[in-house]
């Protein structure tokens, strides 16, 4: 996993609307990228559920979010509609976990990502990252805040 410290790798992604964004748009403010497996599973229909519970006291700490896994734009439009999820999911489809490879979340014989956190800062590098021990456990909001505490 792309420890604190380095650059954040270079990415250009669709949301699901099929608007793209890359790294480079995050330039100027603190951002959130929550690597999961799959849209529709049951653990990240949770965890995504979590984070939009916080998101507004998230977002007056200045921090946005961005959700990130390896199904379509097709497949992120229809999993934000149903959760209700009003930040962004940004489709890591094409090349298959490309993005996810670059930030060292990739499970090859998965095909999927880790469940993992990644906060780039306003001057593009990676100011903390997270893991989850396995992909049942869901990383609690309370982490991105502390490590939002800790900048």
């Known amino acids: ?36 497996p799959l849209d529709f599973s049951p653990i990240c229909t949770d965890q995504l559920n979590v984070y939009q519970e916080v998101l507004g006291d998230l977002e007056e700490q200045g921090a946005g979010l ?5 199904d379509s734009a097709f497949a992120h439009k ?24 670059r930030y060292g979340v990739y499970i090859e014989d998965r095909g999927h990502s880790r469940r993992a956190l990644v906060m780039i800062g306003p001057d593009l590098e990676v100011n903390w990252s997270h893991e989850a021990p396995s992909p049942l456990e869901i990383p609690g909001a309370n982490l991105i805040f502390d490590a939002l505490a800790a900048r």
């Open 78 to 101: 229809a999993f934000r509609e149903r959760l209700g999820l009003t930040f962004p999911l940004l489709a890591d489809f094409n090349p298959k976990g490309e993005v996810a490879r």
């Open 1 to 36: 996993m792309i420890a604190p410290g380095s650059p954040a790798p270079h990415f250009t992604l669709s949301d699901q609307d099929g608007n793209e964004v890359s790294l480079e748009s995050l330039r100027g403010r603190t951002s959130v990228l929550v690597f999961y």
């Open 66 to 70: 961005y959700g990130v896994s390896v």
